[in-house]
């Protein structure tokens, strides 16, 4: 299996602050990676190690195949970036910025940049410096994508868009992934990442505690399923079922938390008169916290 990106004990320490220990990362080639935590958590060092902006303090990484640091232009060419601090020159025009960003790279074909502006409804012929910052946003993601990279590196790339335009967006992550294209998505907005990503990577205090593809980590985590009787029912009578791992009862109801099948509580439940079954899927943000928390 090609990897578009892959670490091995990559750390980073500042003086005596962490920044990351031992993450090990295996990004597929193709597929959408979310890699989730809060603002500390190592995502940007991360990033910056990758794209060799930093330097680790041990370990290494591979960004297509090459090295981060002895191939770090080539891996540039081929990548394209949206920091979460994005900083542009304001005394240009959005396209002038796009023709900077272009010359550096060498493109000579300009139509996909100009139909990803059009996209987001961004014009070009204003100074940066006037930009509102959900436009300075979009500016930031056509120079990512202007010239078609093989992977994509986004940190936060939603800041400031309306939901209009992030539903653009998710689009636009949706064609890159049909053409065979990775991209690296850093968030803390669980609802995009779970709309997007195939697969979710977790870093709490700068190491990575789980890699999982979104319905494999859905699947394990805890779900809460509310039961509707006719009349209320015995306390107790859901304690101790196999995958229940707690039950509160309250006058005709009961609410359980379940991990597994819910065999042996379909079949506790036809003893009783059931008014309604309402079963609350697990969601990323719940794993998230859950994880944590350390309950998973």
């Known amino acids: 299996m090609a990897f578009a990106i892959e670490t091995r004990g990559l750390t980073k ?8 220990v031992e993450v090990d990362l295996a990004v597929k080639e193709g ?3 979310g890699f989730l935590g809060p603002n500390g ?46 900083r542009l020159y304001d005394s240009l025009t959005g396209r002038e910025m796009l023709t900077f960003f272009g010359h550096l790279r060498g493109m000579t074909d300009w139509p996909h940049a100009r139909a990803v502006a059009e996209r987001f409804e961004l014009d070009l012929d204003i100074k940066v410096g006037s930009y509102s910052s959900g ?3 979009k500016l930031g993601l056509v120079q990512a994508f202007m010239h078609q990279p093989d992977l994509l590196i986004l940190d936060e790339p939603t800041s400031a868009l309306d939901p209009l335009v992030q539903q653009e967006f998710y689009r636009l992550v949706d064609e890159t992934k049909a053409e065979g294209k990775t991209v690296f998505l850093s968030s803390h907005v669980l609802p995009e990442v779970e709309r997007i990503a195939d697969r979710v990577g977790i870093i709490r205090d700068g190491r990575l505690v789980v890699v999982e593809e979104v319905e494999a980590l859905r699947a394990r985590a805890l779900r809460r399923m509310e039961i509707q009787f006719a009349a209320p029912v015995p306390e107790g009578s859901f304690d101790g079922l196999p995958s229940v791992r707690e039950a509160r009862y309250h006058d005709n109801s009961v609410e359980l938390m379940i991990e597994g099948p819910v065999d042996a509580v379909v079949k506790a439940a036809a003893g009783y008169e059931v008014h309604n079954v309402i079963s609350h899927e697990a969601d990323l943000e719940e794993i998230f916290l859950d994880m944590y928390r350390g309950e998973i």
Not at 13 to 20: D, F, L, S, V
Not at 49 to 57: F, H, K, V
Not at 72 to 81: A, E, K
């Open 13 to 20: 320490h500042y003086g005596k602050a962490r920044g990351i």
């Open 31 to 33: 597929e959408v990676f």
């Open 41 to 86: 958590a190592g995502k940007s060092t991360t990033i910056r190690l990758l794209l060799d902006l930093i330097r680790p303090t041990e370990g290494t990484a591979t960004v297509l195949g090459m090295d981060s640091q002895a191939d770090s232009v080539g891996v540039n060419r081929r990548v394209g970036f949206l920091p979460g601090d994005v």
């Open 135 to 137: 436009n300075y946003q």
